[in-house]
């Protein structure tokens, strides 16, 4: 418990709770003022609320204040500090004749000789200020009056427990609403910097003038992630990094720094002992009170920091803003750790992918692009793959296969399955319906789990007597290859595909055959290039022979930059895979 009863933290924080410090006159109060005028006789009459620092005039008949002047006077210049600081009531002819009032800077500078008060409280018993009337001669207070005077304290005190409860009965309806309006943070996708902007958004609609949000980084840094003040725009966010430090007297570092909730409510007052950039920032916004809450998922470590600044002219932050703000954070942990954990399984997958689809071999008598576009980037990465190498004997095999799943176990177990069609196929020399088997297999006694379509298709040296290649391949429910012709015409190489790998690993593979001549190019793909929401197989397929008829003509690698822009969407909703293969005349 503080020993100055006007400075006690819990007294202010009563005060603040009202939020009567700078409110404008209300008649509920001044009503009661005129009536003390007129019953005791006084030319002036005053509801006050004291902070630590000044006697605010919540009414105050009587008194003619020059325009712009705030209706206040500091707490060394009132007489209420004395009622403050006892609790008790104060009645005094003449201000003068007393020791412990007689040096009051009020006598010379507004005239008081006698003056009565007594405590306003809170509903939970901390004094507030006072109720009083003042007289500028010396006035006997008779037993009535000061009855009079200390009943309408009393129902200044209810006005101010009503109002009280008005407060909180709004700060429960906005709670409620904050509620309601904080699952919009489910909504804003799983990319981090989308969840922290709306974190940011929803913090000044319902707690302030400004907000930051700082994410924890790797040595102990915050980073400015996020910024939004009142006008709804963003506010450029600075990303140069700050120290977190357990020293630092207040704000984002020392929040993170505890994982404790901060409340500051005279911005100003605690500048002094802050950082250079830290005081200019806050002086800059016009800083007058801040809340900054940590962003911790339960169980785990701070992830980053909430901050809502309020400026002159809105009410002080109190501890129901404070309950509102953890209200914001706690739903945005929860968001923004399932962002990080989803950022981190795509860049693991995504490197997986990047580091097994290698550049494809450059035989004399084909020519090969590939290419793997992942989904946009709020999609989790799937397991779509493509691979090409050349076999022992000098024909190339090819092969595209879609692992069912879009994460982390997908990405992984794209890459087994890879690597078991590529060592079975390079290791036998196998046909390709035969790899198909001995993959399916190998990977049921392995107990890989997983199912998936693939496409194997070898490509064997030209045949001088045919004067093509030959083209062999096997299906497991994988989309069928496309052929473009010399003449820009496109057919599909359909063929009933077999069923999926992981389904029945005993079940014996079709294998097919076409001629592959010179300058025709044969399209492998994974549905990623032809499934679209809204349309089905066939109207996907029929868009991409569309999309590669009458691209003959083009280099390979720009006939597969084409054969993507025609077909993604904008905003790609699945993986692609694809191997575009060109024969080329045989080397004299």
């Not at 507004?110 to 007594?118: D, I, N």
């Not at 069912?404 to 176990?409: C, F, I, P, Q």
């Not at 549905?527 to 991409?544: C, K, M, N, P, V």
């Amino acid at each position: 418990m503080s020993s100055d009863p006007i400075r006690s933290p819990q007294r202010l924080a009563a005060v603040a709770r009202t939020r009567l410090l700078d409110s404008p006159p209300e008649a509920e109060f001044d009503r009661l003022t005129e009536l003390a005028r007129a019953l005791l006789s006084a030319p002036f009459a005053f509801v006050t609320v004291v902070d630590d620092r000044r006697s605010y005039w919540k009414s105050c008949l009587g008194v003619n204040l020059p325009p712009g002047v705030p209706p206040q006077n500091t707490v060394e210049e009132s007489f209420c500090q004395y009622v403050v600081s006892s609790g008790e009531p104060l009645v005094l002819a003449d201000v003068r004749e007393v020791p412990l009032t007689r040096a009051n800077p009020s006598i010379e500078s507004m005239g008081v000789v006698a003056w009565a008060g007594f405590p306003v409280r809170t509903p939970d018993g901390e004094v507030l200020g006072t109720f009083c009337v003042v007289d500028t001669q010396v006035h006997e207070w008779s037993d009535t009056d000061v009855a009079m005077l200390a009943h309408l304290a009393a129902v200044a005190s209810d006005q101010v427990a009503l109002r009280i409860a008005l407060a909180d009965a709004e700060r429960q309806r906005q709670r409620a609403e904050l509620l309601d309006r904080s699952a919009t943070l489910l909504t804003a996708g799983l990319e981090i910097d989308d969840v922290l902007d709306a974190v940011g958004k929803l913090a000044v609609d319902a707690l302030g003038d400004h907000a930051a949000v700082h994410t924890v980084q790797p040595g102990g840094v915050l980073r400015l992630a996020a910024a939004r003040s009142r006008n709804g725009s963003p506010r450029p966010a600075r990303r140069a990094p700050v120290r977190i430090g357990t020293g630092d007297a207040q704000g984002p570092g020392r929040v993170a720094a505890t994982g404790h909730s901060e409340l500051v409510t005279d911005v100003p007052a605690t500048l002094a002992p802050l950082d250079e950039p830290v005081r200019r920032a806050a002086e800059a916004l016009g800083a007058v009170s801040s809340v900054s809450v940590p962003l911790r998922p339960p169980g785990a470590d701070v992830l980053g920091v909430l901050t809502v600044v309020r400026t002159a002219g809105s009410p002080p932050h109190d501890a129901g803003d404070v309950e509102l703000a953890e209200v914001i954070a706690g739903r945005a942990a929860l968001v923004l750790d399932n962002a990080r954990r989803f950022g981190q399984e795509r860049d693991f997958s995504l490197r997986l992918q990047e580091a097994l689809l290698t550049p494809p071999p450059q035989p004399e008598h084909l020519a090969m692009a590939v290419r793997y576009s992942p989904a946009e980037r709020r999609t989790a990465v799937g397991g779509d793959w493509y691979d090409a190498f050349l076999l022992p004997g000098g024909a190339t095999a090819l092969v595209i296969g879609d692992v069912t799943g879009h994460d982390r176990t997908a990405a992984v177990a794209m890459g087994q399955l890879r690597g078991l069609i590529r060592a079975i196929a390079y290791d036998t020399d196998a046909a390709p319906a035969e790899v198909l088997e001995r993959s399916d297999i190998a990977a049921a006694g392995l107990v890989m789990e997983t199912t998936a379509t693939a496409l194997v298709a070898r490509i064997d040296r030209p045949d001088p007597g045919s004067g093509g290649r030959v083209l062999r391949w096997s299906n497991a429910g994988h989309p069928a290859p496309a052929l473009l012709d010399t003449d820009g015409q496109v057919r599909l190489l359909d063929t009933k595909p077999n069923r999926m790998l992981g389904v029945e690993p005993a079940v014996r593979r079709d294998e097919h055959t076409a001629l592959l001549r010179e300058g025709q190019t044969l399209l492998l793909f994974t549905d990623g290039l032809i499934e679209r929401r809204g349309a089905d197989y066939d109207q996907g397929i029929a868009a991409l022979l569309q999309a590669l008829a009458g691209l003959h003509e083009l280099p390979l690698e720009d006939l597969a930059d084409t054969l993507l822009r025609r077909l993604q969407p904008a905003v790609a909703e699945d993986d692609v895979a694809l191997i575009a293969v060109r024969a080329m005349p045989e080397p004299t």
